[in-house]
């Protein structure tokens, strides 16, 4: 069945980077954008970027660049979310999501979530 | 990019029907059809249950409608039942220098 499947979750000290994966399956990879999305303990959803997994192109929110680089690994059907200079702010559920081609901006496939933990 | 505005919670009794707002800017909502709704239930990820203002993926429940008014977007849930108590958020495409926003959330209570 189709799925993403994020790795497990982190804990980081301020200062530190983070990297997070995200491996899809039972679907064609390289057909769907995918996004990056995270939520702060008891907080709303915040995207933090795209990337089309068959070029590598990749587009972020501003409030994350510099600090944000997504990147994909077609050979394991994997994107990867590292997220550098981490802060207690950044203490949030990251989400990787799927873009289907037939809609747009929309999320049609969730991964189940990936807990980071920033603290001293 | 601000955050889409929505109310902060939304309340009915199993049956009624209840409308949840969501008010953008000529940028946003109001600029183009990609309006979508997702339903979060705690501990959960977020679900799609409207996407280009007011289509439904399938498997969602007919019960779950979708509209836009100008700057305005609105999701209307029908025949309120108890699994619908969760967080709602809409998001949209923006044309701003960070191209997709989310909403602020809605909690919906079923009495």
């Known amino acids: 069945q189709v799925q993403l499947v994020q790795s497990g979750a982190e804990v980081k000290k301020p200062g530190a980077s983070v990297k997070v994966s995200c491996k899809a399956s039972g679907y064609t990879f390289t057909s769907y954008y995918m996004h990056w999305v995270r939520q702060a303990p008891g907080q709303g959803l915040e995207w933090m970027g795209i990337?089309?997994?068959?070029?590598?192109?990749?587009s972020y929110a501003q409030k994350f660049q510099g600090r944000v680089t997504m990147t994909r690994d077609t050979s394991t059907s994997t994107v990867y979310m590292e997220l550098s200079s981490l802060r207690s702010e950044d203490t949030a559920v990251y989400y990787c999501a799927r873009d289907p081609p037939w809609i747009d901006w929309a999320f049609d496939i969730w991964g189940q979530g990936t807990m980071v933990t920033v603290s001293s | 990019q601000s955050a889409l505005t929505q109310p902060a919670s939304v309340s009915g009794s199993p049956g009624q029907s209840i409308t949840i707002s969501c008010t953008g800017t000529s940028s946003d909502v109001g600029g183009y059809n990609y309006v979508s709704w997702y339903q979060q239930h705690p501990g959960k990820a977020p679900k799609l249950m409207i996407y280009?203002?007011?289509n439904r993926p399938s498997g969602v429940p007919d019960r779950f409608s979708g509209s836009k008014s100008g700057n305005t977007a609105s999701l209307t849930i029908s025949g309120l039942q108890a699994e619908d108590e969760a967080d709602y958020y809409c998001s949209s495409y923006t044309s701003s220098s960070t191209p997709y926003v989310f909403g602020t959330g809605t909690k919906v209570t079923v009495l």
């Open positions: 990337i089309n997994p068959s070029g590598g192109s990749t």
């Open positions: 280009e203002v007011s």
